[in-house]
């Protein structure tokens, strides 16, 4: 089962599914720019956290916003911070 939502990062769950039983299962997406997961994308704590993975030049694919391959580069921050100050989305 795979999930995606706008702002959010995709992910995916297998599930096996039985025909004489019904059953349920849960996908809880994580929010792109929310890098201290307090539910509050692209706020100081996060900005912060994008500063610091772009200084230490990090490979961690979430702090790639713009989606170019390069994590945490200065489109990245730059995004971050548009999306801080409102003038931006993370799709
Ligand atoms: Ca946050
Ligand atoms: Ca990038």
Partial sequence: MAATKLGYWPDTNPVTVTVSEPATADIVLCQKG?????????????LAMMADATAAGTSDETYDLDGDGNPADEADLTLLKDVSMSVAELE
């Avoid at 929310?34 to 100081?44: G, I, K, L, R, V």
Wanted: no cysteine; glycine share 8%; aromatic share 16%.
């Fill in 34 to 46: 929310d890098f201290n997961t307090n539910s509050e994308p692209a706020y100081a704590g996060d």
